[in-house]
């Protein structure tokens, strides 16, 4: 449906194997060798390589169901978008969630076009509309006011934007209030675990660790819903020492929900003081790093 709305202004425009929106960008193709121009899955151009252009996001409870999706209409940020999703974690996590697999993005129109988010939602509506058999001269009437806040309901479907002045309905207004609590945006996470070797169900060799950190360091947590439940953190290389640091941070870390450490040297602190454990304050700067509580740390 996105792509038969984008397709008038982006004849690149298709939808890939994995449901994504992508420009192809390869030379047009020879005549005979076009697909339909009904045909959202294929476009006129040579399948060599491609640019991403949109994202979606799914989330299943027992009550709701809810869909987040995204498209890169003409932003000017295209360029830094990969530095914000690449974790210094991220080869120290594994997750139960599904993997995301990396992509080259793009913009749907191109930068500096005039209007192009307007013209975006104007023609997906109008794309949704026509799928779904809707009263395309009724359906006009809201055109202009699609920069305002309205809730239109009628025979033909409902068609919304929430502003400032529909958060009076209480059911809307809770909702609102619920997706921007901490409980929202740092308790729904999947189930991970982050430890600096390799594990039974996570046989990946690890990255080495900053030289600042003493040889011996070996680090290991589990998080559910952004909490940690398991966590054994040492860097001594005496067993009976490492087996002593490890339980001392489990009892002040275990329970501790992520997004609630400010400081990691606050939290190893609580265990055995600062500077009874060496290269604490190392180890705790490199916490910081990959948990983005300070600048990313460096290997």
């Avoid at 307007?118 to 026509?130: D, G, H, L, N, Y």
């Avoid at 740092?186 to 080495?208: C, G, I, K, L």
């Amino acid at each position: 449906m996105i792509v038969k709305a984008i397709r008038p202004d982006n004849p690149r425009a298709r939808v890939n194997e994995r449901h994504d929106i992508i420009l192809d960008q390869g030379e047009p193709l020879p005549r005979h060798r076009r697909p339909s121009e009904t045909d959202w899955h294929a476009s006129s151009f040579e399948p060599r390589s491609f640019l991403k252009v949109s994202g979606s996001a799914y989330k299943l409870t027992r009550n709701r169901s809810l869909h987040h999706g995204t498209c890169l209409v003409n932003s000017p940020n295209i360029g830094d978008i990969s530095k914000y999703l690449r974790s210094p974690a991220g080869p120290f996590i594994k997750a139960r969630g599904v993997d995301s697999v990396r992509s080259p993005v793009g913009n749907v129109y191109p930068r500096g076009s005039q209007d192009a988010v307007q013209r975006f939602q104007v023609s997906a509506v109008k794309a949704f509309s026509e799928l779904h058999g809707l009263d395309a001269d009724r359906l006009d009437a809201v055109w202009g006011r699609l920069n305002g806040s309205f809730l239109e309901t009628s025979s033909w479907g409902v068609w919304g934007r929430i502003g400032d002045d529909l958060t009076t309905i209480e059911k809307i207004a809770t909702g609102l209030e619920e997706m921007k609590s901490p409980e929202w945006l740092y308790t729904q996470t999947p189930q991970f675990v982050f430890s600096t070797f390799p594990t039974e169900d996570d046989t990946r060799p690890r990255p080495p660790l900053p030289p600042s950190l003493p040889q011996a360091t070996s680090v290991y947590m589990k998080f559910r819903n952004g909490a940690i439940t398991e966590a054994a953190l040492s860097t001594s290389a005496c067993s009976s020492r490492a087996a002593e640091e490890r339980a001392a941070f489990e009892s002040v870390l275990k329970g501790k929900s992520i997004h609630e450490i400010k400081s990691w040297a606050d939290e190893l602190s609580k265990a055995m003081g600062v500077g009874a454990v060496d290269g604490m304050r190392e180890l705790a700067a490199w916490l910081d790093g990959m948990f983005g509580k300070g600048n990313p740390a460096t290997t």
